[in-house]
Nanobody, 125 residues
Framework: QVRLVESGGGSVQAGGSLRLSCVAS????????TAWFRQILGKEREMIAA????????YYDDSVEDRFTISQKTAANTVYLEMENLKPDDTAIYYC??????????????????WGQGIQVTVSS
């Protein structure tokens, strides 16, 4: 099982930006989907962005589209989540996740078998 390590979280004021990084212990190879989930206090984990192994196909939840950008640096086994125009509603624990199948629905958390430890993002008004 691949090990995923997140970094880059923290506290920011509304309208600010953060970049999360996720370094994987294994190479990003074909038929791998890497995604970012988040869990807002009191709610279930939700997928907010995902990227296919080739780095050319990405998916976004409506709540973050046009504000968040997922990308990857394959040679560094790293996936990024660039977050702009952050809102207090974005406050959550963010998880980097991976599964050994192509990106696409279903996006339920149960379909992803590798999880990072999670990192806190706090947006104040």
């Amino acid at each position: 099982q691949v090990r995923l390590v997140e970094s880059g979280g923290g506290s920011v004021q509304a309208g600010g930006s953060l970049r999360l990084s996720c370094v994987a212990s294994e190479t990003i190879f074909r038929d791998v989907c890497t995604a970012w989930f988040r869990q807002i206090l009191g709610k279930e984990r939700e997928m907010i962005a995902a990227i296919g192994a080739g780095g050319t196909t990405s998916y976004y939840d409506d709540s973050v589209e046009d504000r968040f950008t997922i990308s990857q640096k394959t040679a560094a086994n790293t996936v990024y989540l660039e977050m702009e125009n952050l809102k207090p509603d974005d406050t959550a624990i963010y998880y980097c996740v991976r599964r050994n199948s192509q990106c696409g629905s279903p996006w339920s958390s149960q379909t992803f078998n590798s999880w990072g430890q999670g990192i806190q993002v706090t947006v104040s008004s």
